[in-house]
């Protein structure tokens, strides 16, 4: 045989060689859950590894990140019942102790990133993403509340406004909002395929921020549509979208490889908190080599063609390349 493909397989130095894709750190957007009050680090039950933490704990956590390389932050608010309502009116008041939270992070550490979500169901009253009328998910209205929420993300310092309701033409106007308020340099990172998935409960317990009834599968994609993606990314990109992002990673590995085909945008992946908790528990159970499944998984997104991860293997990630 002339051709022996082992030949480029039969040392570790060879192997590194030719590898066709790299993990580094620059890829990695870690999320993180802030929390109310003060000293607080709360493991999420179902997400082994995972914190919830108030403000103090997140600035320490932030800080031991960066020494091992991790930059970029994506924060999510666990908000208590008591400030929640049916037009999520304290996601922009200037009392919201996230927004302080964006104010005091980037006080602290000017040169990371750091990335917000803007989304009603943290601070809905119903638990979700829009305003609910009748039991619908009114679309329009809602523009209006996701736009004050993220200039007063942009306000408070964010790096990247993260929208990830789903609801028709939200990127334009939260564009507009930004660009008319003088934020012309703060990015739009587009959940611009996130599918109606199973893989999002340990997140929903993370952040207590579950439908109260119905489902969002009127507004979040079938997990049988492939093609509508390339809809939902050219909409973006029309409407001025920096990032377009995937989510869930592992089961939609096409849709990058789609995405990355057809953008000349970069593409961004999320790898949700099933999929974490899911490696996690097998390896907990010994049924999974818990490293070598993590590098697995997250080689993966990368050689489906996201330029970004976001992941809950991030920190694990850097510690072990360390």
Known sequence: MLIRPRRNRKNQVIRDMVEENKLHLSDFFFPL?????????????????IYRFSLDLLLEEINSCI??????????PVVEDKF????????????????????????NFPDIVVMTDVAMDPYSSDGHDGIVEH????????LE???KMALAQAQAGADIIGPSDMMDGRIGYIRDALDGNGFTNT????YTAKYASAFYGPFRDALDSAPKSGDKKTYQMNPANAREALLEARLD???????????PALAYLDVIKNLSSYSSLPIAAYNVSGEYAMIKAAAANGWLDGKNAMLEVLISIKRA????????????YAELVQ
């Open 135 to 142: 039991g619908e998910i009114i679309n329009d209205e809602t």
């Open 67 to 76: 020494k091992i390389g991790i930059k970029s932050f994506c924060i999510f």
């Open 145 to 147: 509340v996701l736009g």
């Open 237 to 247: 990109e029309e409407e001025g979208a920096d990032i377009i992002m995937v989510k």
């Open 33 to 49: 859950f802030l929390t109310m009050g003060e000293n607080q680090k709360v493991e999420v039950g179902s997400m082994p590894g």
């Open 305 to 316: 063609g996201a330029k970004i991860i976001l992941t809950y293997f991030a920190k694990e």
């Open 84 to 107: 929640k309502d049916k037009y999520a009116i304290y996601s922009y008041s200037q009392e919201n102790f996230y927004l302080k939270a964006i104010h005091k992070i980037k006080e």
């Open 187 to 190: 990015s739009i990172m587009s």
